[in-house]
Every structure is written in structure tokens, then in C-alpha cells.
């Protein structure tokens, strides 16, 4: 199976950084996502990594070491609209092809 | 592009009556289809995966006979509800895989969501 934690909430303040962590334990390790998702939304797609290394989108970065089991999502200038539960997603090869899985979510809050 | 609907976007029933959702992948078509289920302030969980053309693979501790569904094109999954209660009382959101040759290979898409309440 698989394990994937990350932390319930996170408040930040409006125009600072924020770093979300993900951490997993998983077997046949293909991808991890980032969504973000606002209440009675579905979840929007944020960020992919497969190898090692940064990706840089925008405000938005995502962190992958495959070899620690450990990603992080960095949203820069934050926005009151930012506040949301950013979720992290790894997928995994199994038997039957590949499957997303869901951590329980960050429920981030952005103040004045 | 890559867009996947979803209908009704809430429904409110009563005990023991049965509800159908739609899924569909507007703009391209979707060999494989996910239904997950999202209740308050937790995370989406797989029930389902939807093959086009074959019985779909039910994920473990869901019922395959109460959660019906039916991946009858390459474009439409439906899901139902059966004998509903208040404990199926969720967001039910479905996804549809979109197959790339690079970048984000076997990317899945989500729908908007259904809200169902079971009264």
C-alpha cells in the first residue's frame, strides 16, 4: 500500500512564502502531483514531478527527492486566494496500471 | 482542451431511491475513468476504476453491487447510486485519463463534482 502525510493546516500571511510538505511511502513510484482544491471543487492540477529536482511554475514550485520519499510545494507572493487544501498526489504502477493516491490534504489559510 | 463534465452537480434524494451520475470527457476520449469519493475535510478516495467496454475494478471495502457502474464509450462513465443512505451522503468527483506521449503521461483530469445528500 501507500502512506502519505502531510501536514492538517498551515496559516501564512498575504505576499510571504509558504513551503507544503508531502512525505510517502510507496512501491513503483511514477509521478507525484500537486493539486489545489477550494471547498465543493474539485481539485485543479498544480504541479508534476517524475524526476529529482525543481520544477517552476509562476508562484508556484514543486520539490521531489525520490530517494528521501519527500516532495514540497512552494507558493511565492501569496494571495488571499491561495487559501485552499493543496493536495498531494503520488502515483504508483500496480498490477493493474497506474493509480493516483491522495494525501488528506493542507488546509492553507492566507491573512492580512 | 482535456476538459470532463459531470451531471447532476448535486442531487438530494431520499433513503433507498437510486442516483446516477454522469462523467464525460468532453474533448477527447478517456480508455480509463476514476470515481473517488471526497467526504468533509478529508482527502479523495479511489473506488473505482472505469475500463471502457469491461467491469470496472472496485477498490477494496467498496461494494461493487451498490456502486453500479457503466464506462459504455470511450467518452461516458456512470456511476449509481444504489439503495442510497445518509451515510452515501458525499462528493462523489470523477476523472478521466488522458493518454500523453511525453510530459505528464497518463495525466488524469477531474470533473467538477457531484454533491449528493441522502435524506
Known amino acids: 500500500g501507500q502512506n502519505i502525510d502531510q501536514p492538517t493546516e498551515m496559516t501564512a500571511t498575504e505576499g510571504a512564502i509558504v513551503q507544503i510538505n508531502c512525505t510517502y511511502q510507496?512501491?513503483?513510484?511514477?509521478?507525484l502531483f500537486w493539486y489545489q482544491q477550494h471547498a465543493g471543487e474539485a481539485p485543479t492540477f498544480l504541479s508534476y514531478?517524475?524526476?529529482?529536482g525543481l520544477e517552476e511554475k509562476g508562484r508556484f514550485s514543486s520539490f521531489l527527492s525520490r530517494s528521501k520519499g519527500y516532495s514540497y510545494l512552494l507558493l511565492k507572493e501569496l494571495q488571499m486566494k491561495d487559501s485552499a487544501s493543496y493536495l498531494c498526489?503520488?502515483?504508483?504502477?500496480?498490477?493493474?496500471?497506474?493509480?493516483?493516491?491522495f494525501g488528506t490534504g493542507t488546509q492553507l489559510k492566507v491573512e492580512l | 482542451g482535456a476538459v470532463v463534465s459531470q451531471h447532476p452537480s448535486w442531487v438530494i434524494c431520499k433513503s433507498g431511491t437510486s442516483v446516477k451520475i454522469e462523467c464525460r470527457s468532453l474533448?477527447?476520449?478517456?480508455?480509463?475513468m476514476f470515481w473517488y469519493r471526497q467526504f468533509p475535510k478529508q482527502s479523495l478516495m479511489l473506488m473505482a476504476t472505469?475500463?471502457?467496454?469491461?467491469?470496472?475494478?472496485?477498490e477494496q471495502g467498496v461494494e461493487k453491487d451498490k456502486f453500479l457502474i457503466n464506462h459504455a464509450s470511450l467518452t461516458l462513465s456512470t456511476l449509481t447510486v444504489t439503495s442510497a443512505h445518509p451515510e452515501d451522503s458525499s462528493f462523489y468527483i470523477c476523472?478521466?485519463?488522458?493518454?500523453?506521449?511525453?510530459?505528464?503521461?497518463?495525466?488524469?483530469?477531474f470533473g467538477p463534482g457531484t454533491r449528493l445528500t441522502v435524506l
Open positions: 476523472s478521466a485519463k488522458l493518454l500523453r506521449t511525453s510530459g505528464r503521461r497518463d495525466e488524469q483530469f
Open positions: 510507496t512501491s513503483g513510484f511514477n509521478g
Open positions: 514531478n517524475v524526476l529529482d
Open positions: 498526489a503520488v502515483r504508483a504502477f500496480t498490477g493493474g496500471g497506474n493509480k493516483l493516491t
Open positions: 474533448d477527447f476520449q478517456a480508455t480509463t
Open positions: 472505469s475500463n471502457e467496454g469491461s467491469k470496472a475494478t472496485y
